[in-house]
């Protein structure tokens, strides 16, 4: 009997220690993630943001950048601008392509979907858009300058005549899009023909979000959410930025991915909550 008392006492002294661990490292991550927010939205260039934001993180456990990730993900509500700048920041790092490990990546997403950070594990390993790219196939306005060269086009992309820059609006090469979106011809009128192009390519679009000029537009933000072929992490970003009627039809739209319309429903639900 007494070395029975003694076992349980023992087990709940284990109990005790691990619950206080697991406290202290909820309290911790939390921290970190306010802490974080607040250095990182103080920042006003994008890329900076993201550079200095990637080297806190990897000095971090995997583990705890999980934590953290999570805690400022599940706690922003729309129009929380400092956390959605954070969020736009790791997919930045994490959602588009970069040299970071992808077995590490991989590793993140399967402890996320462990810890039941469903939504959040979509940052570290996304699922493939609701549509795929286009193929050869497919109808695309403007395929008629299919067939001149590469260096052709990144050269008419720079060009001053905009009846040449609207037949270049609707190219699939990321190259050549990035200099078109350097063009000062270039409108937001035009960019919104790129990103509400379908079928596209999701390198087209991410090309387009990585344009500081034209992804700080909120009609530009809004319809790459609303396009299928927009890479899930980039459009979980960008939906912390989106009003509630815009949030409400993205929560209905048959033809997003399920992931991005679940957020959706949350992001309302969270701004219901507050009153």
């Not at 400022?72 to 994490?94: K, M, Q, T």
């Not at 937001?188 to 979000?209: F, G, H, W």
């Not at 072929?229 to 399920?258: R, W």
Request: hydrophobic content about 40%.
């Amino acid at each position: 009997m007494q070395s029975n008392k003694k076992h349980q006492d023992l087990d709940e002294k284990r109990r005790s220690l691990l619950a206080f661990l697991t406290d202290f490292r909820e309290m911790k991550s939390h921290q970190m993630a306010d802490d974080l927010v607040m250095s990182t939205s103080a920042l006003s260039e994008r890329q900076m943001r993201s550079l200095r934001l990637k080297d806190k993180l990897d000095g971090l456990p995997d583990d705890l950048v999980i934590e953290i990730v999570n805690d400022i993900f599940a706690n922003a509500g729309p129009s929380d601008v400092p956390r959605a700048i954070f969020i736009l920041s790791i997919v930045d790092i994490f959602s588009i392509p970069t040299d970071i490990d992808n077995q590490r990546l991989l590793k993140m997403y399967v402890h996320c979907r462990q810890r039941g950070y469903e939504l959040t594990a979509h940052f570290f390993v996304g699922p493939e858009p609701k549509k795929k790219p286009f193929s050869k196939y497919d109808f695309v306005e403007g395929r008629e300058l299919e067939y001149i060269t590469l260096g052709e086009k990144k050269s008419l992309a720079r060009t001053r005549k905009k009846d040449l820059l609207d037949r270049l609006l609707y190219d699939n090469n990321p190259i050549v899009v990035k200099n078109i979106l350097a063009n000062p011809r270039l409108t937001e009128t035009d960019v919104l023909k790129m990103v509400s192009r379908r079928p596209n390519s999701e390198e087209v679009l991410t090309a387009i979000y990585k344009s500081d000029r034209w992804i700080n537009s909120y009609t530009i933000k809004c319809s790459m959410v609303k396009n299928p072929y927009t890479p899930v992490g980039i459009a979980l970003g960008l939906l912390l930025f989106l009003k509630a009627q815009d949030l409400k039809e993205i929560s209905i739209d048959t033809t997003l991915h399920e992931v991005i319309k679940e957020m959706a429903w949350e992001l309302i639900s969270r701004r219901n909550a507050k009153g």
